[in-house]
């Protein structure tokens, strides 16, 4: 796999119906007329992904007083997921990608570079959907920390 599928602006937003942290089922039309930042992490629990979701944490009032939710989405099962939550005190929704689909779907799981060489993996990355599921904002290749500021500078929130 060397070209992956990128989402854009005005895109629809692939749906999914994946397992939260709990392995209740949560949809992308669950947040229909409403907005929802999707971000894509590679793993729970390893320093950059625990930065980018306690960042997302962090900000979670002030963007929800904006009326946006947030989920994230890595191949974690659920219960690491859960642990994962637990620690970090993590208040949004955190959903269980395993086979990669939608992760693949959304152009978040391909070859990327990492320290110099090429590899397949998550891409981080991460989006604004808007109420009527479709992508507002796309970015791939986020950092995980100092992002979320930037998304909220973008967003005026």
Known sequence: ???NHRLSPGDTAPAFTLPDADG????????KGRKV?????PAASTPGCTKEA???RDNLAELNGAGIEVVGISPDKPAKLAKFRDNEQLTFALLSDPDKEVLTAWG???EKTMYGKKVTGVIRSTFLVDENGKIEAAQY???????VAKLRRDLSV
Do not use: K, Q, W
């Open 1 to 3: 796999m060397t070209e």
């Open 24 to 31: 209740n089922p949560v949809s992308l039309s669950d947040f």
């Open 37 to 41: 930042i999707v971000y894509f992490y």
């Open 54 to 56: 306690c960042d997302f």
């Open 108 to 110: 978040a799981f391909g």
């Open 141 to 147: 290749n986020v950092r995980a920390t100092g992002h």
